[in-house]
């Protein structure tokens, strides 16, 4: 979690030395407010209920195809063995800094400066896991980065993106654990 607060920390720093900008308009798109929200008011309950709902319908379908489909199944039962020792706290910590680090670094600075496609590419390409296996995961990744950044182009803010990629990330994370503890007690009652 540290390297996500320290991450922040520098985006921040650079953002400001390099554009004299303030971290806040890393929040808000360089076509703010966007052309269709001109009539009326920035509700940014709109974006926290988006959010939630987009988070909670990409965690089902996770939490489905785990079940589902073998691909799923063994990513989960390999990155499983990396949560299952962590606390809800520090789960739930993890959630919020590598949400919010990310949305800051990847659609509210990289997408501003090299477009949709270009930042949701990296964000995918960051996202490479050790195995051959597990590429189905950085595949999502690439997916989730488009949703993402065209959430973003559409709401003006990272704030609908930042809290579906937090929902995607808590309960995940907490399943992810959860299943590592379960293994975890397996193996100890099977010696």
Request: some cysteine.
């Amino acid at each position: 979690m540290l390297i996500y607060i320290l991450l922040v920390l520098g985006i921040a720093a650079f953002h400001h030395l390099y554009f004299g900008d303030p971290l806040a308009t890393l929040w808000l798109s360089q076509d703010y407010p966007p052309a269709y929200l001109s009539d009326r008011e920035y509700l940014v309950e709109e974006d926290v209920i988006l959010g939630v709902v987009l988070g909670l319908i990409v965690v089902q379908l996770s939490r489905w195809l785990s079940a589902h489909t073998t691909w799923a199944k063994r990513v989960d039962d390999d990155f499983c063995q990396y949560f299952d020792t962590q606390s809800s706290l520090a789960l739930t910590g993890l959630a919020v800094m590598s949400s919010l680090s990310e949305e800051i670094v990847f659609r509210g600075w990289l997408q501003d400066l090299t477009g949709l496609a270009w930042a949701s590419l990296i964000f995918g390409l960051l996202h490479i896991p050790p195995k051959r296996s597990h590429w189905p995961w950085t595949v999502s990744a690439t997916v989730m980065g488009f949703t993402f950044g065209a959430l973003y182009v559409w709401r003006g803010s990272i704030t609908a993106p930042f809290i579906a990629h937090f929902t995607i990330n808590y309960f995940n994370l907490h399943a992810l654990a959860k299943l590592g503890r379960s293994k975890r007690r397996e193996r100890s009652e099977s010696i």
